[in-house]
């Protein structure tokens, strides 16, 4: 074993379990620095007067930082918990500790790569290399059968030579301990308040409906599995996954596992393509980068929209539109960071083909309010609800009424 000091910087990946920058770094350093850095670029308002990261998407990261916390204690080490830029803070604390490399895990949108690009830069004035691991998605980028570039955009394409051509890698293990250098300097966890959230918007965060930590997730999936349902077949894991308290590869694992024994063959096949689905805007959005960010997105042409939304808009997200479904699924957004996929189509293509409110306008919303908020998933299915997405089969509005009819027969008959 090298004598070195490896930091390990996580973000959308606060888990022991599955973890390759953990694992890694564990196994080829003699001692290893955890930092999470609470980045203020993250809990901002943006350009169109909504917050990047809504209250209880806050409180949950919290959660989730403060359990890994307690599970890297629990095998020896400990967690570096700071708020600040990281170009900042990571170079500090690496000359600290005499970090002799840095891991973390690459993420795919402009904004995450652009600040591993100012860590990268600062890092190497000190020549202190920063390693790049894949590690978000259910197949490594390494095993597709095709670059980037040359990944396809229509869905079903992608899906039928991914299936064929590439294999899921096994789930890797969990260290067994963690050596951290003496006396760490471990800060502390920022208060909401500190994260810049006035108090009225933290009385909101007091009840959450999802907790936070990698124990949770792993039971919460346990119960799913067991119990085979969930609401409607949803598993409600997603903000866990968002966050990276589950590992969709340890997710896919249980699911194979479980098959023939509580989840039928067809279950499987359904789950495995809802993750393959989130395999896919992660591989477009590094495929196509910004242009997700446009309202013309792959297309260059945007749904018709009405010159002033803006009262539109504010009914569509307080939940008083007269449209029963979107305003009981727009509240349920508000009061959890949650809804299902179908609530998320209908509430979507409503604003978007209904109200003629700017698409960005409703992805922005929803960047404040989910907890599993991720920019390729969030942008990625907005932009197929608008029409202007990747996979051309899917750019179609969805057809609202016979959505609900099907998965809210009582309130369609409301809707007419
Ligand atoms: C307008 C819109 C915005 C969305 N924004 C997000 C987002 O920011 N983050 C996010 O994780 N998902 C997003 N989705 C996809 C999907 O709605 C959620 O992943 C799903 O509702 C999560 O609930 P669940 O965990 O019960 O999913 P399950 O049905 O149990 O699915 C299992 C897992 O597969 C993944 N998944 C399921 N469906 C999709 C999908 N269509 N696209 C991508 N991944 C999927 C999730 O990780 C989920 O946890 C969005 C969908 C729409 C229509």
């Known amino acids: 074993m090298d004598k070195k000091t490896i930091l390990v910087w996580f973000r959308n990946d606060l888990r022991i379990h599955d973890n390759e920058i953990l694992l890694r770094a564990v196994e080829r350093s003699q001692t290893i620095v955890p930092v999470y850095c609470f980045d203020p670029r993250y809990f901002i308002e943006t350009e169109l007067g909504t917050q990047k990261t809504g209250v209880l998407r806050a409180a949950f990261l919290r959660e989730n930082v403060a359990a890994l916390q307690k599970d890297l204690q629990a095998l020896g080490g400990d967690l570096i918990i700071t708020q600040g830029y990281p170009e900042k803070l990571l170079p500090q604390i690496a000359e600290k500790y005499d970090v002799d490399e840095v891991y973390h895990h690459r993420e795919v949108a402009y904004e995450e790569t652009k600040i591993s690009a100012l860590v990268e830069a600062a890092l190497w004035k000190m020549q202190i290399n920063l390693r790049h691991f894949i590690g978000h998605t259910l197949y490594h980028k390494e095993d597709l059968p095709f670059p980037i570039k040359d990944i396809p955009d229509a869905f079903a394409t992608f899906r039928k030579k991914t299936e064929r051509e590439s294999s899921i890698r096994p789930e890797l293990g969990r260290p067994d301990a963690i050596y951290i250098p003496e006396g760490m300097d471990t800060g502390h966890l920022p208060e909401l308040s500190e994260l810049g959230f006035p108090n009225a918007a933290i009385e909101e965060a007091v009840h959450l409906h999802f907790h936070g930590g990698e124990r949770v997730a792993l039971q919460h999936m346990g119960t799913f599995l067991h119990n085979n349902q969930g609401t409607l077949g949803y598993s409600h894991l997603s903000p866990y996954i968002a966050i990276g308290a589950l590992s969709p590869n340890t997710f896919y694992h249980a699911i194979k596992g479980a098959e023939n024994i509580t989840l039928d063959k067809k279950r499987v096949e359904q789950i495995i393509l809802k993750l393959l689905w ?24 945007p749904p018709e929209t009405l010159a002033d939304d803006k009262k539109l808009f504010e009914k569509w997200k307080t939940g008083t539109t007269g449209h029963p479904i979107v305003d009981s699924s727009m509240k349920e957004l508000n009061e959890t960071g949650h809804i299902n996929h179908h609530q998320r189509v209908i509430v979507a293509t409503y604003l978007i083909h209904q109200l003629k409110v700017d698409w960005l306008k409703g992805a922005a919303w929803f960047e404040e309010k989910l907890l599993d908020y991720g920019p390729a998933s969030n942008y990625g299915s907005w932009a197929h609800a608008a029409g202007v997405g990747t996979s051309v089969k899917d750019n179609k509005p969805a057809d609202i009424k016979k959505l609900s009819i099907q998965f809210y027969p009582k309130t369609s008959a409301v809707v007419g």
């Open 278 to 301: 989130r395999d896919y805007y992660r591989f477009m959005f590094k495929k196509h980068g910004n242009q997700f960010f446009q309202a013309g997105g792959l297309t260059g042409n």
